[in-house]
């Protein structure tokens, strides 16, 4: 006994002053543990473990999206833009941006920002949102021909037979091709202006109808749409009524 009080008096005298009795332990925990040991369970387990494990679920969620939608999305018009402040000026970008899925389905939507990759994300999403389907025949040409018009510009399009081709440049082109029509031909009349000439086909392109709406909404059956129309008999009518792919 009196070995053990002589051993914990000769330790407490090599101990320097100030430093605690508990040297090994609370050292590590003082200055040691939050250069070492704290700093890496605080960071390694709390920060940056979830952080890390919410980004890539947020990641992971966005491709699972994107790859089960498959939409085409082409650059139309890449404009340089200025804003004028107290300063001086802001450069930016103007993009605009055509999505479609190739059935049926597409969207425009423009935006703008300080770098061109940006303006052009940001408008890929707007004309995600707005999406609008039209009703194509057999897939691939429109059911009949149509107008369209927005300020300054004028299109006209016509459904055309198969081998055709997409007859239409710049801005047209991008939303057919998108769009998924294979035979078409198109003229645009008045401004050149991308926006108007995208509005102005979009216009046309809201306008489209099917024979089978047409004979929902009238209470009637495709065949009898189809056999008023040229002197078609009966039996052709219907035959026909059943080709119809929309």
Known sequence: MADEINNEQSVAAEAPQGAPQDGGREGGRGRGGRGRGGGNDRGGNDR????????????????????????????????RVSKTVKGGKRFGFAALVVVGDGKGRVG??????????????KA?????????????????????????????????????????????????????????????????????????????????LSDQTSPKSVAQRRGKKVADLLGRSGGVTEVEAEAAAEAIVE
């Open 48 to 79: 940056g473990g979830n952080r890390g494990g919410r980004r890539d679920d947020r990641r992971g969620g966005g491709r699972d999206e994107d790859q089960g939608e498959e939409l085409i999305e082409k650059l139309v018009h890449i404009n």
């Open 108 to 121: 425009f939507g423009h935006s703008k920002a300080r770098e061109v990759p940006e303006a052009i994300t």
């Open 124 to 204: 890929t999403a707007s004309a995600k949102k707005k999406m609008i389907r039209v009703a194509l025949k057999e897939g691939r040409t429109l059911h009949h021909d149509g107008k369209g018009h927005f300020g300054a510009g004028k299109v006209n399009v016509r459904t055309a037979p198969a081998g055709t081709g997409i007859i239409a440049g710049g801005p047209m082109r991008a939303v057919f091709e998108s769009l998924g029509v294979h035979d078409v031909v198109t003229k645009s009349v008045g401004t050149s202006n991308p926006y108007n000439m995208i509005r102005a086909t979009f216009d046309a």
